[in-house]
């Protein structure tokens, strides 16, 4: 299975669904997402949002473990093959959600979907849901979360920069809410995707 990741947000396919996650007190980028794109793989997504390699594969590998109920399955071997297009900036959460909707397309069960929501705090403290790779740089700190669908409870969690207790729990809030535009998105992409067959 393979999950083939773009970050351009103005991109847009035929076969893909896009969607503005943006509304009152949200401020993600937009999505797109693309499913069943490769022919040999079980599964694959292409998923579009807005604009440390061993660690970052850590990250996943142990997000989807934590989700996917392998005991179904004993002796079996699920491969995520990611490729980075571009990085537009919250590359981690980008990577966590084309990961998902991989494992979505190729039918692998798991206990529930998971997202990946990336924070920023500037200078100021203020609260920057899904920056951009400038808003990344000029932050003090990043905050990326990956969440579950069921209970919005915290599956992973990676930071970097200087905050406050305060601020991660704003920014896990943040994230939190955040998250139920991300799994919108998700339920609309596979309606669209599994209305058309």
């Known amino acids: 299975m393979e999950g083939v990741m773009q970050t351009d947000a103005k991109m847009r396919t ?6 503005s996650p943006r509304g009152p007190g949200c401020s993600l980028r937009h999505f797109a997402c693309e499913q069943n794109l490769l022919s040999r793989p079980d599964g694959s997504a292409s998923f579009l949002q807005g604009v440390a390699e061993k660690s970052r594969e850590r990250l996943i590998r142990n997000t989807c473990e934590a989700v996917v109920l392998g005991a179904l399955h004993p002796r079996t071997s699920i491969t995520v093959v990611l490729q980075v297009v ?3 900036g919250s590359l981690l959460a980008c990577c966590l959600n084309a990961a998902c909707m991989a494992l979505v397309d190729a039918g692998v069960p798991m206990r529930a979907l998971f ?3 990336t924070c920023a705090l500037d200078s100021e403290g203020t609260l920057v ?7 990344e740089k000029e932050a003090r700190a990043i905050l990326t979360f990956a969440l579950d669908s069921v209970e919005r409870k915290l599956l992973m969690s990676t930071t970097k920069g200087l905050y406050s207790d305060a601020e ?6 943040a994230a939190q809410a955040a998250s139920q535009h991300v799994f919108r998105f998700y339920r609309e992409s596979l309606q669209r995707r599994y209305s058309k067959s």
């Open 14 to 19: 035929e076969s893909g669904a896009e969607s």
């Open 86 to 88: 571009s990085d537009a």
């Open 115 to 117: 997202c990946g929501v």
């Open 129 to 135: 849901l899904d920056p951009t790779a400038k808003q």
């Open 168 to 173: 991660l729990q704003q920014c896990l809030a």
